[in-house]
């Protein structure tokens, strides 16, 4: 990868990554497919300015859904899941 801002698209903010974040400090983001996990972990520290201890990815396939009479397909994802030491956090809510 040529940049880091190329390497982490979004965050992935769901029920389930959001209770994960608060029980045990991982936060989910969706990534370029072509990044390792050590472009994960460095984009992520560059970024957010946190220590990043573990990198989990994943490829998630895209589901198929019915629209109407018509079948389409929702694209395919890479998904990382990063877990950051104590005393770090990410708040992308920017709440109190």
Not at 40 to 64: H, N, P, Q, S, Y
Not at 77 to 84: F, I, M, Q, R, T
């Amino acid at each position: 990868m040529n940049s880091i801002y190329e390497v982490l698209l979004r965050p992935l903010i769901t029920e389930k990554s959001t209770l994960v974040k608060e029980t045990q400090n991982k936060v989910s983001f969706v990534v370029a497919r072509e990044a390792n996990k050590q472009e994960i972990a460095k984009a992520v520290e560059t970024i957010f300015k946190v220590k990043v201890t573990d990198v989990k990815t994943c490829l998630v396939r895209g589901k198929m859904k019915k629209m109407g009479r018509f079948f389409g397909k929702r694209p395919n994802y890479k998904k990382a899941v990063v877990s950051l030491a104590e005393g770090y956090k990410i708040d992308f809510m920017g709440g109190a």
